[in-house]
């Protein structure tokens, strides 16, 4: 069974920043793309980035796109999701997802057509707010 460990949220002023890490216990190049979602009171599960696992293509949301960035650490097993120029509508819960679908998932997921995955991060929470 696949474990994903979500870290990194907290409270940041607009215009901040912030590192989220996703910590895969089984994080083997080419298995698995791994999926960020933002759920937030009110709004519908939104799939935000992804990078796919073969070739290590990211994608990204209209939303984020040139303000979030994603990297991956084979060593430590952990794929990171760096935001930059935080906005108070980015608040939420950030769940990682790991699915192995690949470059068709993190399309879907960018796109909204996907809105799961096969395993889950217990998720993390951000604040944006003066």
């Known amino acids: 069974q696949l474990q994903l460990v979500n870290a990194g949220g907290g409270l940041v002023q607009p215009g901040g920043s912030l590192k989220l890490s996703c910590e895969v216990s089984?994080?083997?190049?080419?298995?698995?793309?791994i999926g960020w979602f933002r759920e937030a009171p009110g709004k519908e599960r939104e799939g935000l980035a992804c990078?796919?696992?073969?070739?290590?293509?990211?994608y990204f949301a209209d939303s984020v796109k040139g303000r979030f960035a994603l990297s991956a650490d084979d060593a430590k097993k952990t794929v990171y999701l760096q935001m930059k120029d935080l906005k108070p509508e980015d608040a939420g819960v950030y769940f990682c997802?790991?699915?192995?679908?690949?470059?068709?998932?993190?399309?879907?997921?960018?796109?909204?057509?996907?809105?799961?995955?096969?395993?889950w991060g217990q998720g993390t929470d951000i604040t944006v707010s003066s």
């Open positions: 990078i796919s696992g073969r070739q290590r293509r990211t």
């Open positions: 997802t790991a699915d192995p679908q690949g470059d068709g998932y993190c399309s879907g997921l960018v796109s909204g057509q996907i809105r799961s995955g096969d395993y």
């Open positions: 089984d994080f083997k190049l080419g298995r698995y793309a």
